[in-house]
């Protein structure tokens, strides 16, 4: 009895100690209904956080579930296959991107020639606004559109902004070629299937959209964020600020209050230092991408090998810190120099290693977009700015990789694909398309980014040291845009206020991103 009554009280006490089955996860029921564990396989070749990976094909099982299960189902209930192979070829996919990716050189990229782009796109729409009411427009018969497009001709753009789509739809077909497997990229229907939902989703959704003034003006809001409402403080009466003069009590909050700020003034001084240190000793140490790399560059490349080995062999001779040009003692005892030899070392010696010279493109950027040239003030700031560029080059041409380096981890795309889930799939489903601002909801957007005066806004009877802390920019400002605000603020966005010009300048800034993921599609251009 003993035993059966023992036997009873296990039974009874198993389903409470047994532990709980965890739910299977979108991913794992949709990607990979055959997995055995429930540990999904590896996205990317690079090490990255666990959480990471299970965000993407989090992110894919919701795409597929949004875009595809619905019409494929209507096909056939029964092809539960269809999934977890578009899932194969989805991670082929974007293992060939990370390996272009990692062997793409940024810095050169997001301090060089996009700074450009945008300063020759503020330069050329300034210009061909200038030029409307004169003989260059042909007597006021062409548009601003079109006198811009006169200066910045690209065969994919029409002067009126209408993109085209055979440019795209070439371009778009490379990458697959480049991107996916041999079996799914050789068959011309696949491949031109995935090649139009592409062009359609890039040339009809995206494209239009993010040229329109409306969003980049929110845009810009958005990033500035709420500008908080100035405090002010009531007018005291003389008698209470004689009385509150003479009185002990003040006195000595004043002296504690006085000491607590020159404490904490000195506590940010000292990390600051400490900080600025460290930044110095790690970027000194940090080997130059010629040298050992700040990204790791994959041995093989699809259709880009000797690009590959042009651009390692250009990104030596750029990136080398110095160039040994002095012979060593025994060599120049044992063998004299040929004269071909000795004009060749003297023309290095000329020419010296090339400066990268990251920090000048951004500057020149800022000065167009602000139109600091045309201000006393703002120029001097600019001139100064220049010349503490020039003269601290070396170690802002390693500075600038090494943010950039850190800015672009794992973390940065894991943050990019939650918000992108967030904002796409807010209920686990698209969410319903956002209706576009009506014109004076237009008008007000540019109103509130014209209005902005920085964080504190331009309260002047704030007193607190924490209120004039938060009431620099308002202070700054004027130095840098003019007496008048909302003109400066007004031309420094102008430029982006035309949906025909801003489609010359996304195009010009997609076709350079692409160059440098893809640089077989400019060939093998001796610099």
Not at 53 to 77: D, G, M, S
Not at 370 to 393: C, K, N, W, Y
């Amino acid at each position: 009895m003993a035993s059966i009554t023992s036997q009873k009280a296990s039974s009874t006490r198993s389903p409470m100690s047994r532990p709980l089955p965890q739910p299977v996860t979108l991913a794992k029921r949709l990607l990979f209904p055959t997995l055995p564990t429930e540990d999904l396989p590896l996205l990317l070749i690079s090490p990255v956080p666990p959480e990471l990976n299970a965000e993407l094909y989090e992110f894919i099982a919701l795409a597929l579930r949004a875009f595809v299960n619905p019409w494929w189902t209507k096909i056939t209930r029964y092809d539960k296959e269809f999934l977890p192979e578009v899932t194969r070829i989805l991670t082929y996919v974007v293992r060939a991107l990370e390996a272009r990716v990692l062997a793409t050189d940024f810095p050169p990229l997001l301090c060089r020639d996009v700074p450009t782009i945008v300063t020759q796109h503020y330069r050329d729409y300034r210009n061909a606004k200038s030029k409307l009411t004169t003989s260059y427009a042909a007597g006021g018969a062409l548009s601003l559109n079109q006198i811009f497009h006169q200066l910045q001709p690209h065969m994919a753009v029409s002067p009126d902004g209408q993109i085209d789509e055979v440019y795209f739809r070439q371009v778009v077909d490379h990458i697959l070629k480049a991107c996916l497997p041999p079996e799914d990229s050789a068959p011309e229907a696949e491949r031109f299937i995935v090649r139009e939902i592409i062009v359609k989703i890039l040339l009809k959704d995206i494209i239009p959209k993010i040229t329109q003034p409306w969003f980049i003006h929110k845009s810009i809001v958005d990033l500035l964020g709420p500008q908080p409402l100035p405090v002010t403080q009531p007018a005291e009466s003389p008698l209470q600020l004689s009385l509150s003069a003479i009185s002990f009590h003040t006195l000595i909050v004043l002296f504690l209050s006085a000491i607590q700020s020159i404490s904490g003034a000195c506590l940010a001084l000292i990390n600051t230092y400490k900080q600025a240190v460290n930044t110095i000793k790690l970027v000194n140490q940090t080997p130059r991408k010629g040298d050992g790399g700040l990204s790791p560059k994959p041995e093989n490349l699809p259709h880009s090998s000797t690009v590959q080995k042009a651009t390692s062999s250009n990104s030596e001779t750029r990136f080398s810190p110095s160039l040994s040009r002095a012979p060593s003692s025994s060599s120049s005892m044992s063998s004299t120099p040929s004269p071909a030899s000795s004009s060749s070392s003297f023309d290095e010696f000329v020419k010296g290693p090339i400066q990268p010279h990251y920090v000048q493109a951004p500057l020149l950027m800022v000065t167009e977009v602000l139109s600091m040239g045309d201000r006393f003030a703002s120029s001097v700031i600019e001139t100064t700015a220049r010349m503490l560029a020039s003269f601290f080059a070396p170690f802002l041409d390693r500075l600038l990789p090494f943010i950039i380096q850190r800015t672009l981890s794992p973390m940065l795309v894991l943050n990019i694909v939650r918000i992108g889930k967030r904002t796409l799939f807010p209920n686990g489903y698209p969410a319903p398309p956002p209706i576009d601002p009506t014109p004076e909801e237009q008008a007000q957007m540019l109103a509130k980014l014209l209005a902005w005066r920085g964080r504190g806004g331009t309260c002047k009877s704030c007193l607190t040291p924490a209120s004039h802390a938060e009431n620099g920019s308002a202070h700054v400002l004027p130095i840098l845009l003019g007496h008048d605000l909302k003109h400066g603020l007004h031309s420094a966005v102008e430029p982006l206020s035309n949906a025909s010009c801003n489609v010359h300048l996304i195009v010009m800034l997609l076709d350079r991103v692409v160059v440098a993921l893809f640089p077989e599609l400019i060939g093998n251009p001796e610099r």
